[in-house]
């Protein structure tokens, strides 16, 4: 049996939903593109005070030709990330402004080398089934950083990558990134390499950018999370469950237009919402509250039998203590219970503002454990204890038998050097490290390992003349350095 949380009684999850569509039907969502707002009017919606009111009816339309599942190829074209049922994937949290300097122990602004060494060292560990674009680099124009990063993490990754576009001019050069490490469009498409997220404005608000990027992937292909960020009693109702209407609403609304932009785009139900602190007015992701919204809204999207999505396993703490430990824990375990199918949060901290490589490494150790806890307890063999029906009084060991010999593997993750299970005696013989050194020990350990055939040289080539040619328009003539180290 696999061990599953749900968050709310059927009841209350169809009354949120049901509430969602009289929000889009009677006070509907502002839309600052004009060629989106004309896909809804075309579709059947009706403009109202500014706002477009979408009907019931046309939600569910949608609703239907939204496909269940979506597989994620990697840059060899092998399946990295099934979409399907409660199967769930880790990738680092995204487009942190900064990175947490180890040896300074502050925050401070990427460069293109931390990129860099982000894309190899995600792509080293393997409880991380996809990159992301975790970094907006510094020291390129803020105008290209977009696909800047799509750039370094397809160049030093193997694995698919989530990401997403600041820009309207963005979607074309990261497309034309992704088609040529794909090999082309129509490969791209018959196999994505990349999700974009795109996000709405709270409340009931679609931006010029993100709205188009979401038309421009809808035909391109390419998979959207879409990631509704209301924040309770700020931009959002102060109650969870209305938080959820709101969620409900906004991500319908998203779903609507993929659809009229093209019947069966593929689409993730994602989200980033979050329960503001009233004592602070911060947004905390490490809040119980934060994430109950998120396995609420999950449990809706599973209704609908989409893929799902959350910003989860990431702390709102700002150096390595237990608060980091325990926020990014207790996310963890409750989107393996709930089944997220993409777990977007390990390595972030501060609010999503920062991003910390050790930290990323501890992250993977939790993920290595919810990939077990999700497993469940199964049974092994003809008798589920074996051993115990040899002869005990012989002293017949059970480490070494061979019912242990068979499923001790199986049964047993064993984490990496950065988890202490050594005795007392032992850990006090050895440095006193603390676990956030231990996994700067570990970095360099990983980042000096052999990683992934580097990208084919034609493909390489051609990413950075693509890469080039952008960055000459905001007056870089040429790229940074870039680290390997």
Known sequence: MRPKIFMLDQFLLERIIQEAYE???????????????????????????RRVCIPQALVEKALYTVPSTLILYDREGLPALDLSEDRIHFNPGSSALRILDWPSQQERRPR???????ARLTDRLPHLAAQSTGLVAGDVPQEMVDRYRLYLALLHSAKPVITGTFTLQGFK????LLATVRGGQKELRLKPLAIFDCCPSPPLKWSKVTSQALIDCSRAGIPVELVSMPLTAATAPATLAGSLVQHTAETLSGIVLSQLAAAGAPVIYGGSP??????????????????????????????FNLPTHAYMSLTDAKVLDAQSGLEAAMGAVLAGLAGVNVVSGPGMMDFENCLSLEKLIIDHEICGMIHRLVRGIEPRGGR???????????????????????FLRREIAVPGPVIDRDPYEVRRR??????????????????SAPGPQPLAE??????HRIMTADAERYGLRSLPMLSEG
């Open 23 to 49: 929000v889009l039907s009677r006070v509907g969502v502002l839309m600052e593109n004009p060629e989106a707002t004309q896909l809804l009017l075309d579709g059947g919606c009706v403009l109202h005070n």
């Open 112 to 118: 293109t080398e931390d990129l860099v060494r982000l």
């Open 173 to 176: 050069v990261m497309h034309d």
């Open 274 to 303: 979050v329960a503001m602190d009233p004592r602070t007015g911060t947004t905390p992701m490490g809040a119980i509250e934060t994430m109950m919204i998120e396995c609420g809204y999950v449990q809706i999207g599973k209704y």
């Open 384 to 406: 589920l204890a074996a051993d115990l029906y040899g002869d005990l009084e012989a002293g017949d060991l059970f480490f070494t038998s061979q019912h242990t010999l068979n």
């Open 430 to 447: 050895k440095a006193d490290y603390s676990i956030g050194e231990r996994s700067h020990q570990r970095l360099q350990e990983l980042l």
């Open 458 to 463: 034609p493909a390489a080539r051609e990413l």
